[in-house]
């Protein structure tokens, strides 16, 4: 999992609120369960106006030319604006990695679907809870000013504005500290591993019946 501590990303605006899951990575698109390769159908029935099937070369669809990710303004966003209960619906871990994959590390809302929230840190993204005003004024910035970038310190827990307006977030120590080393759950078991060994090791001494 890829280590996060500062970016100062691009941002991209998208006002729609209770975005849930199927929307964020279509059911069709569920055939995998590597990390990778998800990115191009991020939003996808959003995205083109034809029907996507995996598979599909995408530079040969019709890209809806108002969804705001196909705006040349907002290529190469890193920072995901969006409304309130963002990733509802299913539980799929596919939509943290399409959002990853496509090239976002950081999702600001006013609120998250509690499932999708867990799983955006198990996956090295990182998901900002702020005040619906703050994030208000945040639609409002940069969607008037082209270029509009956010400075996210994960160590001091903060969103800087380009006018340098400052506000703090909140994350746990726990999963600020896998954020920070890029630690998911099996990085976090394998930080352990010769004390595994050690005990596995003794077991076999204590508990041979179970080895044979």
Request: proline share 6%; hydrophobic share 40%; net charge negative.
């Amino acid at each position: 999992m890829k280590a996060f501590t500062q970016l100062n990303g691009l941002v991209c605006p998208l006002d729609r609120a209770n975005v849930d899951t199927d929307a964020i990575i279509p059911k069709q698109f569920l055939k995998s369960i590597k990390r990778s390769g998800f990115g191009p159908n991020l939003f996808d029935e959003w995205r083109y106006l034809d029907h996507g099937e995996p598979g599909m070369d995408n530079s040969l669809r019709q890209p809806n030319p108002e969804f705001v990710l196909n705006f040349p303004r907002y290529q190469g966003a890193e920072v995901l604006l969006a409304r309130d209960n963002f990733g509802c619906g299913s539980s799929r871990e596919h939509a943290p990695w399409a959002i990853d994959d496509f090239g976002f590390r950081v999702v600001i809302a006013p609120s998250f679907a509690d499932i999708f929230f867990n799983n955006c840190y198990k996956n090295g993204l990182l998901p900002i809870v702020l005040d619906s005003a703050v994030v208000e004024q945040l639609f409002a910035e940069s969607e008037a000013a082209e270029g509009y970038r956010l400075t996210v310190n994960l160590v001091a827990q903060t969103v800087v504005t380009p006018s340098g307006q400052t506000f703090g977030f909140d994350i746990t120590g726990h999963r600020k500290h896998c954020l920070l080393n890029g630690l998911d759950e099996i990085g976090l078991t394998l930080n352990h591993a010769e004390e595994i060994k050690s005990f596995e090791a003794q077991r076999r001494i204590e508990q041979p019946w179970l080895f044979s």
